[in-house]
């Protein structure tokens, strides 16, 4: 009896199809998904965070190009296994400097450092400081032939680079992780908090609908940002409490939306029947009344993901949410919001463009969803 009530993935899936605006909107989060998931295989700069600096790169425009000479930091990197690295970036033993040209001279290395259009000095190196140990063996025209293949590489900054000569794409891409992932535990902390209470209060009424309504009204009367705020500064600035902090303030629109669809579903026959049966209450409501409300449940967690990636980009703005050097698309903002009024105005709008693009797509998903579970247009 409950099968006639819930949608059948396969049809909602088919139907979303025929909608181009759904169709984008899935491109745009499936795209964003996967180059969060493989964004230190895809990014130019792979060290953690894609935080490496090349001051004197700083503020470049997109298509940017230079030969950089990758010298050994007094600390070299251990090594990693893969999984690590495709989860957190590698950890270089290198700094780049850049140069605009370089010539061999016996056993060094003379090297035009480029520090701004038309400002260059002259750099030397040994070719003992820059070669690994197992290769300062090598005679030496191997060992020219080893720096230049792994030590001096073409650059191109594709986006360009922020202020401190980081590469924007790279933490582009790694920020997508963030924006993801704030959505993804907001909204499962959400619909999970909002299933419970919602259901409790809309099933049994009476004093625990009263108790739980009081609470949801309490909280809905709280500004969003004050709450995230105050949440914030209870359990600590960081990547996870800032996702936590999201997630335990958008919990009362899910809980206020299951609580009137459980009010209606407990009048219908089939749940007078279960309870004739001898059900439990337990049983009835996440067996037969839980199910019957994937619809709207989808449609809300569309709207919360969204919600989610623009409180955290406003929090990250503010400078309460995630924390340097991880990259996030609201930091970015942050970080480079006067150079709106400057010739570099990219730094700031390539990040709100990306926080824009995936907002939409959810936005257009949810508002697609809702009209393919509409059942008064079925």
Partial sequence: MTGDL???????????????????????????????????????????????????????????????????????AGQQQHFFTWLHGWSSGFRAIPI????????????????????????????????????????????????????????????????????????????????????????????SIGIILGALAGYFGGVIDDIIMWLINILWAIPTLLLVFAITLTIGKGFWEIFIAIGLTMWVSAARLIRGQVLVLREMEYITAAKALGLSDIRIIFRHILPNIAGPLMVIAASNFAAAILIEAGLSFLGIGVQPPQPSWGLMIKEHYNFILTNRPLLAIIPGIAIMLLVYAFNVLGNALRDVLDVREQ
């Fill in 6 to 76: 819930r949608p059948q993935s396969d049809t909602i899936f088919k139907k979303l199809l025929r909608k181009p605006s759904a169709v984008a909107g899935l491109c745009i989060i499936g795209i964003t998904c996967l180059l969060a998931l493989f964004a230190y295989l895809l990014a130019p700069d792979d060290t953690p965070y894609a935080n490496r600096m090349v001051i004197e790169l700083g503020a470049r425009q997109p298509g940017f190009s230079k030969q950089l000479l990758f010298i050994p930091a007094s600390t070299q």
């Fill in 100 to 191: 605009n040209s370089y010539r061999f001279e016996g056993e060094k290395l003379v090297a035009a450092h480029y520090i701004d259009e038309g400002i260059a000095d002259t750099v030397t190196f040994a070719m003992q400081q820059l070669l690994p140990k197992d290769k300062q063996a090598l005679p030496a025209e191997k060992q020219q032939a080893y720096l230049e293949q792994n030590q001096i590489k073409e650059r191109t900054f594709w986006l360009g680079t922020d202020r401190y000569g980081r590469d924007i794409l790279s933490r582009l891409l790694v920020g997508a992780r963030v924006s993801i992932a704030v959505g993804l535990v907001a909204v499962l902390l959400s619909i």
